[in-house]
């Protein structure tokens, strides 16, 4: 499933590359005729920061070409969900030209999107004014100026080239989709309507580290990810810093809490190499292994402990299976790892809390299957 949301991603963001081109192309053809028609370049008859209005005055064609990809990803979200979305989500590129009401999150979306799209305009204008300022600092003439803007303004120039292009392609069209998403997980309806977020990578080598240490991560809907120093809603959160959106390739999935516990499982950064032996831990084959867990309050053992399972006070929250023989273990190595161990967690200060984000039914196929929580910080 995975898979299939990267190649939805990867088509929406070719889409947005296309709007993109065009418009940088005509950009580019249009300073390139005002440049040839101009006498002079540092008089009031021609101003490079025209470059800029250029811009932003075909800025919605890329708004409405990025509520396109908004709507599909809405679409998508509330039918892996078999859920039901408010009437605002429907023909959001149409209700943007006519300024019918858009739903809150995709409302929020245009305006900071248009703000990122004048920001673009603004940073065209600002090196159009460098560039000119540079060659008139070197006494070239008009002819010379002429040529240094047009090479820096091509279609294929540093400002308006292929770089250009992809930056705001994967950019943009990442934060559509996963802005739209998450804003119809909240808005959704019906029994199986999303409950819980999960962000996800391409799990390569381009992968960002902060990102590489957050992906599958499981937050409620209404929680923040820790991604390194920043806390973001989803991938391409517009208030995380430049460093953890600009080219992010991440994706948010969504899911019904039951279903969350068996996607985690599978789409881990670091797989179980031995899912049933590592399960075993939940039917009580562990207490002849070695593991890292949390034990509960007594009151919260007493909460959760369902009758006919486990009794309260044999409840515990397995972080690590390390083996299923203990017996190996010398004492030196206990000790040794037991005080890494605590060393390592010296700093937590006090219980930690977590939610249970749904229930697993393990070893099903065995003579001792068993039901455990999924747990998520």
């Not at 939805?8 to 440049?35: G, I, M, P, T, W």
């Not at 409840?315 to 004492?331: I, P, V």
């Amino acid at each position: 499933m995975a898979d299939d949301l990267f190649q939805l991603l990867e088509d929406a963001e070719q889409q947005v590359a296309d709007e993109v081109s065009a418009v940088l192309r005509e950009v580019a053809d249009e300073f390139a005729r005002d440049l040839a028609d101009a006498t002079e370049l540092v008089a009031a008859r021609f101003s490079v920061s025209r470059i800029a209005r250029m811009f932003t005055d075909r800025m919605p064609r890329l708004v409405r070409r990025l509520l396109r990809v908004s709507e599909q990803a809405a679409d998508h979200t509330a039918e892996a969900t078999d859920s039901e979305l408010p009437e605002e989500w429907h023909d959001l590129e149409g209700r943007y030209d006519d300024g019918r009401d858009l739903p809150p999150a995709m409302s929020e979306y245009v305006t900071v999107t248009e703000h990122l799209l004048r920001a673009v305009g603004d940073r065209l204008a600002e090196a159009a004014r460098e560039e000119l300022a540079a060659g008139v600092d070197a006494g070239e003439s008009i002819d010379q100026l002429r040529a240094r803007l047009r090479e820096r303004f091509a279609r294929e120039g540093s400002q308006l080239g292929p770089d250009r292009e992809e930056g705001i392609a994967r950019t943009e069209a990442g934060r559509a989709w996963n802005t739209a998403t998450l804003g119809a997980a909240r808005d959704a309806t019906g029994q199986d309507r999303p409950l819980v977020k999960q962000w996800v990578t391409r799990g390569d080598t381009r992968v960002r580290h902060d990102h590489r240490e957050v992906n599958g991560t499981i937050r409620l809907l209404d929680e923040q990810f820790t991604v390194g120093s920043s806390e973001m809603d989803a991938p391409h959160d517009p208030s995380a810093p430049a460093s953890q959106v600009v080219n992010c390739r991440c994706v948010l999935r969504v899911h019904p809490e039951v279903r969350a516990s068996f996607d985690s499982q599978v789409l881990s950064p670091e797989p179980l190499e031995n899912a049933r032996e590592t399960a075993a831990a939940a039917d009580g084959d562990h207490l002849s292994g070695a593991m890292v867990a949390l034990m509960p309050r007594q009151e919260d053992a007493e909460r959760l402990a369902l009758e006919g399972g486990e009794a309260a006070d044999e409840l515990h929250c397995t972080m690590f299976f390390l083996g299923d023989d203990a017996s190996k273990w010398t004492e030196e190595q206990r000790a040794d790892f037991i005080q890494a161990l605590t060393t390592a967690a010296g700093d937590l200060g006090g219980p930690l809390q977590g939610h249970a984000t749904g229930a697993a039914h393990w070893n099903t196929d065995t003579d001792k299957p068993s039901w455990v929580w999924t747990v998520s910080d």
